[in-house]
């Protein structure tokens, strides 16, 4: 991979990397269709990471489809993928890791202790041998995506960052890999999490700026689902992930919530029509 890498730096081609844990899905999709808009080379990895994953989470049952990952891969235009074995990645006596402080102890972080420790390093080691001009994330995972793109500015790193629309389900539901651990009754009262940021969405159209107001209104609407429990609804500002008392600036609404067994995020980004104003742009 390295010497692709570098052959394709030699030739001035623009290299796009796309980093998955396979069971890709729609949004992946997403992802390789952007980076092969901007890029000359385009590159997927293929990592389920040991090192995000707790003690008590779901490594080993985590959905591994490499065959079927690999024809779609190609079919999406990928011009190299990049599935190195955990020994490749983390060696004998391994014992350097990267971490960003402070934001990784937030929402996700608090939730996941050493979850983005183990994000940071694997992506910093994809970073290091792929050398891409860019690397392209989904939003869904925006709190993963601050974290890197800040570790790439504290490190000097050349990527550049690339976040994408999350990618959702006709009914709304954000896809995501674990999505196929749910059974028909979980599946269909996942949307709740959808439907609980349309809530949210709505009474910040409606005038809403509180975030206590905002956070009564995504708990009323979540609780409302008995399959579902809540980890967190967080409203927090863009750059430092802080918790808000008002909405006033960009931030993002997030949630975090069980159904049945599988644990579930998904957010919406909040941001000003113009610096001051009291007019606000949502995205789901």
């Known amino acids: ?32 269709e952007r980076a092969r808009k901007d890029c000359s ?49 983390y060696p004998k006596n391994f014992s350097t890791y990267a971490s960003v402080e402070g934001l990784s102890e937030r929402l996700e972080g608090k939730s996941r202790p050493g979850h983005f420790r183990g994000v940071a390093t694997v992506v910093l080691k994809l970073f290091e041998i792929v050398q891409p001009n860019y690397a392209y994330f989904g939003r869904k995972d925006a709190q993963q995506v601050r974290i890197i793109s800040k570790m790439v500015q504290d490190l000097n790193l050349d990527a550049e960052i690339v976040t994408c629309p999350i990618v959702r389900e006709a009914d709304g539901l954000a896809l995501s890999s674990r999505n196929v651990y749910l059974n028909a009754e979980e599946r269909k009262a996942a949307i709740v999490l959808h439907r609980a940021l349309r809530a949210a969405k709505s009474e910040l159209a409606a005038g809403v700026r509180d975030a206590l107001e905002l956070q009564r209104v995504l708990h009323r609407v979540l609780s409302a689902e008995k399959l579902v429990r809540v980890d967190y609804a967080e409203i927090v500002d863009a750059g430092a992930f802080e918790p808000l008392t008002r909405v006033s600036k960009a931030c993002y609404v997030f949630l975090a919530a069980y159904v049945g067994k599988t644990r579930l995020i998904d957010n919406l980004f909040v941001e000003p029509r113009e610096a001051g104003s009291d007019d606000l742009t949502v995205q789901l």
Request: charged share 20%; no cysteine.
């Open 1 to 32: 991979m390295k010497q692709i890498a570098r052959q394709a730096r030699t030739e001035s081609r623009v290299i796009g990397l796309v980093p998955t844990m396979g069971a890709l899905h729609t949004g992946h999709a997403s992802l390789i």
């Open 41 to 89: 080379t385009v590159i997927a990895s293929i990592f389920v990471n040991p090192a995000q994953f707790g003690p008590n989470e779901d490594f080993t049952k985590y959905p591994r489809t490499f065959e079927s990952d690999k024809e779609k891969l190609e079919a999406a235009g990928v011009d190299y993928l990049f599935a190195p074995e955990a020994a490749e990645i």
